[in-house]
């Protein structure tokens, strides 16, 4: 198919100039009159051939530019699909060891330190919920995933605004009586249900806490329609 829609414009220039010859010919040449018409209506059966070729060509080559332009569209959905997931994961991953970092600091540095991760974290999840609202690569349950979304979001946000509440506080206690920092800091409605979730593990399927129920259901349905997408079954 390249190889005719790179031969056919040269096809059709030697084509015209032959038909051109045929042309002076005819007017200029010594052939009777019936030879001259036998020789038009050659002629005009090879252009009409050539033209055939050319529309065909042309055809040819729109529909080649067009499955072209089809699949640079796909492949840019998918890897859009793709990036999304990543971000997903990389979202996941910055929660899930946030209280082991902690712990093992035993700080209320460390605990500062890991909540900023969790407000980028919080960033890059707003961030990919408002780019799934405006693409087209998750058309059949975009509303579907930026609820999840939505609400993975809403349980970040709730984390990262005790954390803006209540650093200042527990920095200050920590110098004078860092038990007492420690234990208030475990005691927090948010934190000390997230941090006892996730270093906990695996949960019961009726665990109601809110970090399960909240976020990581959300999590878990969130990525098994980008998935789907990815797979094409969604």
């Not at 829609?5 to 059709?12: D, E, Q, R, S, T």
């Not at 045929?22 to 038009?40: E, F, N, P, S, Y």
């Not at 960033?123 to 975009?142: A, Y």
């Not at 209540?166 to 234990?183: F, I, N, Q, R, S």
Request: hydrophobic share 40%.
């Amino acid at each position: 198919m390249a190889l005719l829609i790179k031969v056919l414009p040269y096809a059709l220039a030697v084509g015209t100039a032959v038909a051109a010859a045929i042309v002076v010919w005819m007017i200029h040449g010594t052939l009777d009159t019936d030879q001259r018409l036998k020789l038009l209506q050659t002629g005009a059966g090879a252009l009409i051939q050539l033209g055939t070729v050319g529309v065909v060509g042309i055809l040819i080559k729109a529909a080649f530019d067009e499955v072209s332009a089809s699949r640079r569209r796909r492949d840019a959905t998918t890897e859009l699909m793709r990036e999304s997931l990543r971000q997903l994961r990389d979202v996941h991953q910055t929660m899930r060891v946030a209280p082991f970092h902690i712990d093992a600091a035993h700080t209320i540095k460390s605990y500062g330190e890991q909540m900023e991760r969790i407000l980028a974290a919080r960033t890059q999840l707003t961030d990919l919920g408002n780019e799934i609202k405006v693409s087209n690569s998750f058309p059949r349950h975009r509303s579907e995933l930026g609820g999840h979304l939505f609400y993975m979001t809403a349980y970040l946000t709730r984390l990262v605004r005790e954390y803006a509440a209540m650093h200042h506080e527990l920095c200050e206690l920590e110098v004078t009586a860092p038990d007492a920092a420690w234990k208030k800091l475990t005691d927090l409605k948010n934190y000390g249900e997230f941090r006892s979730a996730v270093l906990e593990g695996w949960p019961s399927d009726d665990d109601s806490r809110a970090y399960f129920r909240e976020y990581y259901q959300e999590y878990k349905k969130s990525k098994r329609l980008i998935r789907a997408a990815i797979e094409g079954t969604a």
